[in-house]
């Protein structure tokens, strides 16, 4: 980190920062950045090309919709270790994908196969294939893997190409020229002694061929002829239209002295210069903007100029065009940055704006996740959380509650037992209340039965009790008293005769 930087900026996670200019300073695009290096000023830009969703804006509910199954299952269980969206990998996939054509299967294959390939980096494996939503992409074929026009053909788990001429390789990727043939008599990089037509000696048997003198062709000689007019080293005195001496028969030649045409004669200064004569020389007078020799244009975008820093210069015919960057404003001599914030922008309605010199950043808010155009709400409740191990989460956008379960208090994060037996509760007054984590029992008291909640007097004289026989049981509330009988003595439990 901050240790890798260069044309491209920083290598600090921090986009602002990128694509520098020759003036150290940063544009918004990497077409303006492109244009900002380019060797020829007066080349031509290199075109915005648009977005292809946008072109094809039929494509890109389809799109959007098969590249946000990165976000879900089999996918998510890698988003911890490569992130979909901030990975660019969803807006590469929907790039690819509205690009692609009527048949977008090819290149969803390869934006998930590419996804599905780094997380296997991180040791993350996602079975896919198996999906029904998918099988399209079990073919190997599916990818597309022969290139140059090659034809792929399954076979089994693999694939094979069949290239076209010209090509060869596994997937048809190397180039290849075909070789010389040795059964093709036009070619050969041999001297042919049959063929007159292909030779790297001399001819003797054609006279059009020759590298000496053919004194059988009147037409081509090495020597001065006699015989040919047209061709001779050597003064003639029959063709008046050559000569070397002044000719008082043929007008056309002379050595005679003729009026000097002047150097402004030409018209040698351009755009509209005024020429003066100075004997054999001239000089131009150039309007403003052209240069003092000949009046060409000053490339004034290739010296010092008045173009803002921020700003573009375009050489025009005799002067130049300021314009400011994109993200700047103003008249290319004075350019302010457009604070995108302030007006419209493509960021999300739960993400929020910062505006940068020449740009803006979109950066989805607390409890959201994506690249700040497109953010979705992060479910906490799913992952690691704030919540005590006794209270229940709930998913709220952008965040979470957690709540104590019943028979717990606290704020969620920090919950502890209720105790509900030192408190109302809806044991009866002849039960005892035992407390229990996050709940109470109500349990009848010795003596009484029911539920907890509510308890009735056991009559222990009618049924088996520990009275005497010659003892009488008396019932109590909770209990029962053995008295021994008239005429006989004891604790009731055992009687004897008086």
């Known amino acids: 980190m901050n240790k890798i930087a260069g044309l491209c900026g920083t290598f600090n996670q921090n986009p602002g920062d990128d694509l520098l200019i020759e003036t150290r300073t940063t544009v918004g695009s990497a077409v303006d950045f492109g244009n900002s290096w380019k060797t020829d000023p007066d080349g031509d830009d290199a075109p915005v090309v648009p977005h292809p969703c946008e072109t094809y804006p039929e494509r890109n509910a389809t799109a959007t919709a098969n590249c946000s199954a990165l976000l879900t299952s089999p996918f998510n269980v890698c988003a911890s270790q490569v992130d979909p969206v901030t990975g660019g990998y969803i807006d590469d996939c929907r790039y690819d994908v509205c690009g692609c054509g009527v048949d977008p299967t090819v290149c969803l294959c390869q934006a998930i196969e590419a996804y599905v390939a780094d997380c296997a980096s991180y040791g993350v494996i996602i079975i896919w294939l198996s999906d029904d939503r998918y099988q399209q992409c079990d073919s190997p074929c599916a990818s597309a893997p022969c290139f140059n026009g090659g034809t792929c053909s399954n076979s089994g788990t693999s694939f094979s190409c069949s290239c076209p001429v010209g090509y060869s390789g596994d997937r048809c990727e190397i180039q290849v020229s075909p070789t010389p043939s040795t059964t093709d008599p036009t070619v050969s990089t041999t001297p042919n002694t049959t063929d007159p037509t292909v030779s790297t000696t001399p001819n003797i048997t054609d006279p059009t061929v020759s590298t000496t003198s053919n004194i059988t062709d009147p037409t081509v000689s090495t020597t001065p002829s006699t015989t040919n007019p047209t061709v001779s080293t050597t003064p003639?005195?029959?063709?008046?239209?050559?000569?070397?001496?002044?000719?008082?028969?043929?007008?056309?030649?002379?050595t005679t002295p003729t009026t000097p045409v002047l150097p402004c004669g030409s018209n040698p200064c351009m755009n509209g210069g005024n020429c003066s004569d100075n004997g054999t020389s001239f000089s131009c007078s150039c309007p403003v903007g052209y240069t003092a020799q000949l009046c060409d244009d000053i490339n004034e975008c290739s010296q010092a100029n008045i173009c803002h820093a921020q700003a573009t210069c375009n050489n025009t015919q005799g002067s130049y065009v300021c314009t400011c960057n994109t993200g700047y404003t103003g008249n290319g001599t004075i350019c302010s940055d457009i604070d995108e914030c302030s007006q419209a922008n493509t960021c999300h309605a739960d993400a929020t704006c910062t505006n940068t010199p020449g740009s803006y950043l979109c950066t989805c808010n607390t409890g959201y996740t994506g690249n700040g155009t497109?953010?979705?709400?992060?479910?906490?409740?799913?992952?690691?959380?704030?919540?005590?191990?006794?209270?229940?989460c709930t998913n709220t956008p952008g965040s979470y509650l957690c709540t104590?379960?019943?028979?717990?208090?606290?704020?969620g994060t920090y919950c502890v037992d209720t105790d509900e037996c030192s408190q109302a509760n809806m044991c009866h007054a002849d039960a005892t209340c035992t407390n229990t984590p996050g709940s109470y029992l109500c349990t009848c008291n010795t003596g009484y039965t029911g539920n907890g909640t509510y308890c009735v007097d056991i009559d222990e004289c009618s049924q088996a009790n520990m009275c005497h026989a010659d003892a009488t049981c008396t019932?109590?509330?909770?209990?029962?008293?053995?008295?021994?009988?008239?005429?006989?003595t004891g604790n009731g439990t055992y009687c004897v005769g008086q």
């Open 374 to 392: 497109d953010c979705v709400d992060i479910d906490e409740c799913s992952q690691a959380n704030m919540c005590h191990a006794d209270a229940t």
């Open 236 to 254: 003639s005195t029959t063709d008046p239209t050559v000569s070397t001496t002044p000719s008082t028969t043929d007008p056309t030649v002379s």
């Open 404 to 411: 104590c379960n019943t028979g717990y208090t606290g704020n």
């Open 475 to 488: 019932n109590t509330p909770g209990s029962y008293l053995c008295t021994c009988n008239t005429g006989y």
